[in-house]
T-cell receptor, first 117, second 113 residues
């Protein structure tokens, strides 16, 4: 079974440009999460999809960040326009939606390393 | 506001030693707690998940305990090996519709041969 995949693995852009990150969750996982780690800080939650719906986007830093999950499959996270403080590692994670409602293990992708110059 | 703290920030031990990594959280109303390892430049690998109703979980040489009332969890690694060298992260979930994880900064473990 393929794990969570993310593309690209690295991205270097200039301030003011646009970048789109993609996450493909494990097949069948309805929960999809985005997290970010800025240098020297802990990993922080950005948002949570259940299928194609945004369940919780309380961690999104500002309206320059736009996340979508088309058809409840893969997800994209667009940063437009990018600022210097957006540099960091962006992780995607997925987990199955259990009938019991219990939350299970979140499986993480390798991350996208974004550097804004 | 939930905060997760991991002590120590870094740890170096000789191969074969048993060791304990610590994680504390400020709000005991957690749904579950996960321990992850992260190798340099790689993603997070889930090691153990403990539901709030559980006291411990074991996987091979790893044992994680949870004391929800005191806001503490420990990860015990038996007979450490150089391959255990990595950063270990602790994360708690609030559960319900809020399934997001709240992470500590991690403990960087180095096991010397």
């Amino acid at each position: 079974e393929a794990g969570v995949t993310q593309f690209p693995s690295h991205s270097v852009i200039e301030k003011g440009q646009t970048v789109t990150l993609r996450c493909d969750p494990i097949s069948g996982h309805d929960n999809l999460y985005w997290y970010r780690r800025v240098m020297g800080k802990e990993i922080k939650f950005l948002l949570h999809f259940v299928k194609e719906s945004k369940q919780d986007e309380s961690g999104m830093p500002n309206n320059r960040f736009l996340a979508e999950r088309t058809g409840g499959t893969y997800s994209t996270l667009k940063v437009q326009p990018a600022e210097l403080e957006d540099s960091g590692v962006y992780f995607c994670a997925s987990s199955p939606l259990r009938l019991s409602g219990r939350l299970g293990t979140q499986y993480f992708g390798p991350g996208t390393r974004l550097l804004v110059l | 506001k939930q905060e997760v703290t991991q002590i120590p920030a870094a740890l170096s031990v000789p191969e074969g030693e048993n060791l304990v990594l610590n994680c504390s959280f400020t709000d005991s109303a957690i749904y579950n707690l996960q321990w992850f390892r992260q190798d340099p430049g790689k993603g997070l690998t889930s090691l153990l998940l403990i539901q709030s109703s559980q006291r411990e979980q074991t996987s091979g040489r790893l044992n994680a305990s949870l004391d929800k009332s005191s806001g503490r969890s420990t990860l015990y690694i038996a007979a450490s090996q150089p391959g255990d060298s990595a950063t270990y992260l602790c994360a708690v979930s609030r559960g319900g519709s809020q399934g997001n994880l709240i992470f500590g900064k991690g403990t960087k473990l180095s096991v010397k041969p």
